[in-house]
């Protein structure tokens, strides 16, 4: 969490101040999967000045997902301890969030992170009742299968490796 | 449902991050209800609120029974699943009653519709109050719904209403899951044993006289429909019967010859079970008028 000199960010201009904004709220990290930013995730999708007062905008994962309020206090905790008070956090619905959106970067975080990573394009509907070949996260074997198509959160399943013999989670295509 | 009060946190509106306050009568009920401490509400039903009620009422009820498997499923994986579908479906309850609050502009929120209307009140299809059952019903009744919503929120997708679309364009995801999710179940257990199958079939035929009721639209509707606001859910009467049809096929499942259908739900006449099923989901807020956690 960064946590620069309270008083500084009251002397900012509106662009200097906008771009302070987005560096502290794109720290922000997911509650759930921790080595995620909301950054990496897309999840934050602007950030805008208006009369001194700062507006982060973000968009939901999934519809039911619980950390988006968490995601939210996260946002406004980080912003007052970089001294910025005046701030508020909106939730944008359209474009809808997509795992596609996962930056590379964030791909190689949750792999790193024992998580298999959503293949790129692949919406749900076109896996509809398709056969998906995930790769294990620890030993990259494609010998690996479905334990149960809901895992811990909501945006993933539970698989486990033939080879290693590693249950994982694999982040769901949305 | 509470969540952390944001300035906006709903569809893509956002309130100034303070609200001035209001004086007068106007300002005394706003603030009785936002302290949830009013006793029950009156919706000011136009069509597109209306609408979006019914929708948010049939994803909160349907949520609402699957939370009720949480810690009593058969295996552990299922609690999480049905605990998983449940939580997509308050969370497109949410979207829609926030939405519904923006409309309404009478200062209420997602919580004032789920907490503060009695039974008449609720828009909800007579489907998704039915009781949970066995397992086999639970999920043959996630299965009808399902085979709906996929094709429905496809559909919504294209709405002229940009905040249904949007809504339209995450739910859409979540059902194609739940669709495939529970059509495997439901060939797991009606080709599975002599005692699963049975618990299916039995489950099948309890619930069929609710799916009528999937495609009906009356004349507020058929006005979004005109608008190309709504989607014509009788347009969407065949692809739900060749899914359900084709997976009871697979399910070596039997589906009723009676086309006699169940009606009401969407102008509040309910059955007896949404009355408990409020009695659980609004204990907190009728018992402890303002309560907060």
Known sequence: MVTSPAPSAGRLGPEELRQLAWRVAAQVVDPEIPVLTIADLGVLRGVDVKDGCVEVTITPTYSGCPAMNMIALEIEVALRSAGITAACVRTVLSPAWTTDWLTEDGQRKLREYGIAPPKPGGSGRRLLFGHETIACPRCGSDDTHLLSEFGSTACKALWRCGACQEPFDYFKCH | ?293
């Open chain 2, 1 to 293: 449902m509470r969540g952390r009060r944001l300035c906006g946190k709903g569809a893509g509106h956002a309130r100034p991050c303070a609200q001035a306050p209001l004086g007068g009568q106007e300002g005394a009920r706003r603030a009785k209800e936002a302290s949830l401490t009013t006793t029950s509400i009156t919706v000011a039903e136009t069509p597109i609120v209306l609408y979006a009620l019914r929708r948010a009422d049939d994803a909160l009820i349907l949520g609402h029974r699957l939370s009720e498997w949480c810690g009593h499923a058969p295996m552990l994986e299922e609690d999480m699943a049905l605990s998983n579908i449940g939580l997509d479906l308050i969370g497109q309850a949410r979207l829609l009653y926030t939405y519904v609050a923006e409309l309404e502009g009478a200062g209420r929120d997602e919580d004032s519709y789920a907490y503060l209307r009695d039974a008449p009140q609720y828009r909800n299809l007579l489907l998704v109050e039915q009781p949970n059952g066995d397992f086999a019903k639970t999920i043959v009744r996630q299965f009808f719904y399902s085979a709906f919503a996929d094709p429905y929120w496809r559909a919504m997708t294209a709405s002229e209403n940009a905040t249904l679309a949007a809504i339209a364009a995450k739910a859409e995801k979540e059902s194609a899951y739940h669709l495939r999710h529970t059509s495997e179940w439901v060939i797991r257990l009606g080709d599975g044993t002599q005692e699963s199958h049975a618990r299916a079939q039995t489950a099948v035929e309890e619930l069929w006289s609710f799916t009528g009721e999937l495609f009906e639209a009356d004349a507020t509707e058929r006005e979004l429909i005109k608008e190309r606001v709504a989607v014509d859910p009788a347009s969407l009467s065949r692809a739900w019967s060749e899914t359900v049809g084709g997976v009871i096929r697979e399910a070596t499942l039997q589906a009723p010859a009676s086309t006699w259908m169940q009606t009401g739900g969407r102008s509040g006449r309910h059955s007896e079970h949404l009355g408990h099923l409020l009695s659980a989901l609004q204990y907190l807020q009728r018992t402890y008028p303002g309560a907060k956690w």
